[in-house]
């Protein structure tokens, strides 16, 4: 089995990716709560970067997102918004 491993912003690294290229996306994003006050957690573009990763993504492809408790139905809106439908939370 032969796996990589990208790290880096969503929005640039996937933009270098074609149409149903990924088997799976496990993601761990910036939650937009302003994280000890630093920029990169302010706005989140979660509609536009879930809309990347559905595109890149194969169908029937696993997705998996981290979100802080509170804020998963922020994130599961997002994604639903995107095209993705959602089948599980996992606690």
Known sequence: ????????MNQDI????PDN???SIVTDPPYG?????????KNTGAVETWQECFRVLKPGGYF???????LYHAIAMSCEIAGFEIRDKIK
Not at 1 to 8: L, S, V, Y
Not at 33 to 41: S, Y
Not at 64 to 70: A, G, H
Request: hydrophobic share 35%; charged share 25%.
């Open 1 to 8: 089995m032969n796996f990589t491993i990208k790290q880096g």
């Open 14 to 17: 996937l933009k270098n990716y």
């Open 21 to 23: 290229y990924f088997d």
């Open 33 to 41: 709560i302003e994280f000890l006050g630093k920029d990169w957690d």
């Open 64 to 70: 998996l997102t981290f979100s802080s408790p509170r």
